[in-house]
């Protein structure tokens, strides 16, 4: 898997979320951006698991995916955090990002990955990000790809 390939394909993926009416458009990067446009989704840590299979077949990563906006009005930015947060809907990240599974018997992320899943999410609190406090989560997505790429 080239992990800095699939981090811009998961970021492409969570651009097609549809925020509410009134909010600013999701903003996503595949890294962690030194400062953020909120609300914005990126890609942070990750760790791998080499060798699920033998011969260097597949790989399993987990990705630490972040998810924060601004905190002008409290309320208001907790609701669009649990839109994005929720399992379905316009807003959701997990079906957003899942859509990039392709159909059955196709590679995930346009070819990047055998299969991906958003597992869940965590972390629902106060985020310091550049000196800038956001309300935000957690998103935490499994990748399994082939480990001779």
Known sequence: MQFAAVRAAIADAARAVILPTGAAKLTCT????????????FVGEYTVEYDRTFGRGRDEAEFTC???????????????????????GPASLKRAIEAARGAPGQAALGGLADDLHVVRVQGYRWYEHAGIQYVGAEV????IGDGRT
């Open 30 to 41: 595949g890294y962690t951006p030194d400062a953020v446009t909120a609300p914005h989704f």
């Open 66 to 88: 972040r998810c924060l906006v601004g905190r002008q009005d409290d309320r208001n930015a907790q609701a669009i955090l649990d839109g994005m947060l929720s399992g379905a």
């Open 140 to 143: 935490i997505i499994r990748v």
